[in-house]
């Protein structure tokens, strides 16, 4: 049904998912005001920019007003934290506004909902902006990902150690279906997972309605989106850091931006979230858990597999044990692009890992090394006035690379590969620290330079280097 905004508001999931969800309009933030929109994402979901402009928008993203034939919802979904099942999760700070192109609107941080439990709903406004900047990031580098449509400073404070301001963040995503729905709809009962398995395999995998079993084809579906998905992560030295269950899509797509960060320099082990004390969601540990998780969702999917359970478990496990490989693959065709290489062989997949090996005996850093290599490949650069000036085995390695590379066009495309900018963790630090303080002219350029990431632009070296501080880089929740 088209609304006064001439959108055509669908209100799918709250219609045939209501036993996994809760209504819930929200209360909203009278004094709110807009810090970022992002006038393409709305475009492209069929907003004016006028429209966008209006007060009638900012009250709409507030929670004041509601779009007109929207049905706010609060999802329902468990997940393991930690490799703990929780039973009672679900959207605690977040609401479905409705979809809109078959997108999901949601606003986050927006106060409490029947799943709040214990928590007030909202959210800071750093980690809204935070997640505005990472998430339009990944998107720029075609790494599937829910996006950020408006980032709104709500003008009210939220306690937590101390009183932060409080923001609201849309975000837009091809579904919020996550592990954890389904291991919450397994909960419930078979009825309820096979609508909820359905109504995903229609909005997510229409391709796979007519397929012999279409819910084991669904689980191979999701499990090498996801190992696409994770392969890329790690291209760029992405580490997630909270990949529970309840933080993965069925879609593929990257959600829950909290304590995430990008490794500095190359150790497998790096961790950056204040709560992941094991090392659990580390660099080098996401495939495993990865796969770990999947499995997870395995189990919820076997009553629709097959009437006998024993059937059901073979089946599931020889989708899942090709996962592991098939991520390699994924993993390697990225690595060989990021160095140039055209084929995947063994010789290429030694020279990729004994390149990982100097980055890390060396301490590089990471998105640096791969521009370095490219200028020293095209001669603007030298081996002594790059990253690997100290390694002693760098120039066996470049020789041996060099065989395998077409030397006149590979640092081009390097440069296409391998992003100059990222939101290095000291600067994004710094630039919403002015923000909350209200000085958006850091997070203003910062948010232009990350737009064209394999750009590399005079005066904006510092953007490219990582800080001392970076190595102590703590992140938290985003609660
Ligand atoms: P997250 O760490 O963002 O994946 O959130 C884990 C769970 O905690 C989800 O069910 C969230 O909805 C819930 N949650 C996080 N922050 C809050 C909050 N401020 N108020 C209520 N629930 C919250
Ligand atoms: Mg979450």
Redo the contacts with the bound molecule.
């Keep these: 049904m088209k609304n006064s905004n001439n959108l055509k508001i669908d209100n799918s999931y709250a219609e045939e998912l209501y036993e996994i969800s809760e209504k819930c309009p929200p209360k909203g933030f009278k004094k709110a005001e807009m810090l970022l929109k992002n006038y393409s994402l709305a475009k492209e979901l069929g907003f004016d920019k006028s429209f966008v402009d209006s007060d009638e928008c900012l009250n709409i993203f507030a929670g004041n007003n509601l779009l007109q034939n929207s049905i706010p919802i609060a999802q329902g ?1 468990s ?1 393991h ?1 930690f490799g703990h099942f929780n039973p009672q ?6 609401i479905l506004l409705c979809e809109i192109n078959k997108m999901d609107i949601q606003l986050k941080g927006i106060g ?1 909902t029947p ?3 214990r ?5 800071a406004l750093s980690p809204v902006l935070r997640e505005y900047m990472i998430s339009e990031f990944m998107h720029t580098l075609k790494i599937p990902t829910t996006r950020s449509l408006f980032a709104i400073k709500t003008n009210e404070d939220v306690l937590r150690e101390t009183t932060l301001p409080g923001g609201v963040l849309t975000r837009i995503a091809k579904s919020h279906i996550r592990i954890g729905t389904f291991e919450y709809a397994r909960t419930k009962n078979n009825q309820i997972l096979k609508t909820l398995a359905d109504y995903s395999i229609d909005r997510h995998y229409p391709d796979l309605k007519e397929t012999d079993n279409k819910y084991l084809s669904f689980f191979a579906g999701v499990c090498d989106k996801q190992a696409l998905l994770v392969s890329k992560w790690m291209s760029i030295g992405f580490i997630h850091g ?1 990949m ?1 269950t ?2 993965m899509t069925i879609s593929g797509e990257t959600i ?1 931006y ?1 304590p995430c960060a990008f490794m500095n320099h190359y150790d497998p082990k790096t961790v950056f979230s204040s709560i992941d004390h094991s090392g659990r969601y580390s660099y080098q540990n996401q495939p495993a858990i990865l796969i770990w998780n999947l499995a997870k969702f395995a189990e919820t999917l076997i009553p629709l597999i097959d009437e006998d359970s024993e059937i059901s478990i073979k089946k599931l496990t020889e989708v899942l044990q090709h996962t592991m490989p098939s991520y390699q693959e994924y993993f390697y065709k990225e690595f060989a692009e990021k160095l140039g290489l055209q084929t995947i062989d063994n010789k290429n997949i030694k020279i990729i890992d004994s390149y990982l090996k100097i980055l890390h005996s060396e301490s590089i850093d990471f998105t640096l090394s791969f521009r370095n290599l490219a200028k020293i490949v095209d001669q603007s650069s030298t081996i002594e006035d790059s990253v690997f000036n100290k390694s002693k085995d760098f120039s066996t390695w470049y020789k041996s690379w060099k065989k395998e590379i077409n030397v006149a066009n590979v640092s081009k495309e390097m440069d296409l590969k391998n992003p100059c900018y990222i939101p290095r963790n000291h600067l994004i630090e710094d630039a919403l620290m002015n923000a909350v303080g209200g000085d958006m002219k850091e997070i203003n350029l910062m948010t232009g330079l990350l737009k064209e990431p394999f750009t590399e632009k005079d005066g904006f070296k510092k953007y490219t280097i990582s800080s001392s501080s970076d190595e102590r880089y703590i992140t938290y ?3």
Excluded: P
């Excluded at 999760?89 to 977040?94: C, P, W």
């Excluded at 928590?119 to 959210?123: A, C, M, R």
């Design positions: 979904y997940g934290q999760l679900g959207d605690g700070r977040a409490q799943y709040s439990r928590g007030d709903g909202k959210s909270v529970n309840d933080n829950d909290g929740c985003g609660t």
